[in-house]
């Protein structure tokens, strides 16, 4: 089983409607993250959160909402989709002593806002 | 504040050829600095990083870069090119007590047979 796992791995969805992307991770660190990637923008950090009741913004947070249900899941949602959040997502987690550790990253979830 | 510039958004290489993509940094003290790796339809995976010590490092898979304090740079580079290494590259940095990385915006790598 993979360290990082994300659900749903691929999502189509119509705008206006609200739909959740979870994570969840075995790694057991207090680091969570998701990230948007864009073509031609590389990765950009919609929110992170270092335990439990931690919720931070990111670089590009509107129009999204986290969710620290345990240390090991962390859930982004798009409360009303919208056809320019069309992109892939990415979870992360890393360890206590994040500077110099790397990050550990789900498999995407490709989501299409039609 | 830090970004990365990561100069040129797609590499073609034969294989059998030198490797190098370019990254640099801007930072107003000494970062860590990773490069991350994604294949197809997969999430990112560390290559190598840099936090402290030896200038070179070297990687997985036959990669290494050179921190260069004067240039601001990290370039990836690979003596050799495998059809296997076909994917996008990531150049990220993260400054001491900042709490995320931040990535440039990828290259993505084409190996010629």
């Known amino acids: 089983d993979a360290d990082v796992t994300q659900t749903p791995r691929n999502r189509i969805t119509k705008t206006g409607k609200r739909i959740m992307l979870e994570c969840s991770q075995t790694k057991g660190h207090d680091r969570m993250y998701w990230y948007r990637q864009d073509p031609g923008l590389g990765l950009r950090l919609i929110y992170y959160s270092f335990d439990v009741k931690d919720i931070n913004k990111g670089e590009i947070s509107d129009g999204y909402s986290v969710s620290r249900q345990a240390q090991a899941k962390f859930s982004l949602s798009l409360e009303s989709a919208i056809p320019n959040q069309t992109a892939l997502y990415f979870c992360?987690?890393?360890?206590?002593?994040?500077?110099?550790?790397?990050?550990?990253f789900g498999q995407g979830t490709r989501l299409t806002v039609v | 504040a830090q970004s990365v510039t990561q100069l040129g958004s797609h590499v073609s290489v034969s294989e059998g050829a030198l490797v190098l993509l370019r990254c640099n940094y801007s930072s107003s003290v000494p970062p860590y600095l990773f490069w991350y790796v994604q294949y197809p339809n997969q999430g990112l995976q560390l290559l190598l990083k840099y936090t402290t010590g030896a200038t070179l490092v070297k990687g997985i898979n036959g990669f290494e870069a050179e921190f260069k304090k004067s240039e601001t740079s990290f370039h990836l580079t690979k003596p050799s090119a495998h059809m296997s290494d076909a994917a996008e590259y990531f150049c990220a940095v993260r400054v001491t007590g900042a709490n995320n990385l931040f990535f440039g915006t990828g290259t993505r790598l084409t190996v010629i047979p």
């Open positions: 992360a987690t890393e360890g206590a002593r994040a500077g110099a550790t790397e990050a550990f």
